[in-house]
């Protein structure tokens, strides 16, 4: 894919867009997320590693946003683009169109049989079948997955698939799984996964970038931090159990944000630079 790097006098450094980044609109009306008012991009949602929670979707984020001054209203790009309407393979005879009041939903997810609790959430329903979807849900979940212990793929799947009354079993967790919401599955070895599960499996490719949390999927890591408690650059990075413990507070930085030196052993919480 096209994109852009920078190159500042000649040195590289690690800031880099998609080509149709480029050309993200200034401003955006009648957004489904947010109609009343018009959203402004914003290249930088605060200082440089600031983190927001996208009202859309209430995922952890960072980097290019859309906001509205006069509510503290944001959202990251992706969910400023949210289609008016999609076709899903979990409801394939009618088109789903997007809805921005989902708290007010009073029937389930069809893909995690969770409720719509989120006020200003979208969801993604046909309102003749009464079917309605999660934004996140019918969107970020990849339609197959690897499992290192089986050589097949695993695809996503919304109903029961084996002709059989025993009970579902997830192979990462083994707890029980309700055949009834959507899960990955694998036809030939009749083994089955739970969606919630399938970010902690190693993938081939993997989908999940910088951390195995999908809590952090849009998070943008690497950028450069400079402090005066410390001598050199920190980078801003997921903590793993090879970084051990913060040298601020003294806990463990495994799957947490985290500011590192590369030139050395000193590492902390993203939280405890301030």
């Known amino acids: 894919m096209t994109f852009y790097k920078c190159k ?12 149709r980044c480029t050309r993200l609109p200034a401003e955006l009306h009648n957004c489904i997320n947010h109609p009343q008012h018009t959203l402004l991009l914003l290249t930088k949602a605060g200082h440089e590693f600031s983190r927001f929670r996208c009202k859309a979707c209430y995922k952890l984020c960072n980097g290019f946003a859309y906001s509205c001054v006069k509510c503290s209203y944001i959202i990251q ?5 949210i289609p008016k309407k999609i076709k899903h393979k979990s409801h394939p005879n009618h088109q789903l169109s997007s809805f921005a009041e989902a708290s007010t939903i009073k029937d389930c997810c069809r ?20 079917f309605h979807l999660h934004a996140r849900c019918a969107s970020l979940l990849p339609e197959t997955i690897r499992h290192r212990y089986d050589k097949h793929p695993l695809s996503l799947v919304y109903a029961p698939v084996e002709n059989h009354e025993g009970d579902y079993f997830c192979e990462v967790c083994e707890e029980e799984l309700n055949p009834n919401a959507c899960f990955y599955h694998c036809h030939i070895c009749a083994q089955s996964i739970h969606t919630t599960c399938a970010p902690l499996i190693p993938q081939s490719n993997p989908y999940i970038c910088g951390t195995s949390n999908v809590r952090y999927r849009n998070i ?4 450069i931090h400079k402090t005066e408690y410390h001598m050199h650059p ?7 159990k090879r970084d051990g413990d913060c040298t601020k507070c003294g806990k463990t930085l495994n799957d947490r944000h ?14 405890c630079h301030n």
């Open 258 to 271: 985290i500011l590192k030196c590369l030139q050395c052993k000193f590492a902390i919480h993203y939280m």
């Open 234 to 240: 920190l980078s801003f990075l997921p903590g793993t």
């Open 111 to 130: 893909m995690c049989l969770s409720r719509f609790t989120a006020d200003n959430n979208i969801s993604f329903g046909c309102d003749g079948c009464e």
């Open 220 to 223: 943008k890591y690497g950028g």
């Open 77 to 81: 790009v992706r969910c400023a683009f």
């Open 8 to 19: 500042f006098n000649g040195q590289e450094c690690k800031f880099v867009l998609h080509d």
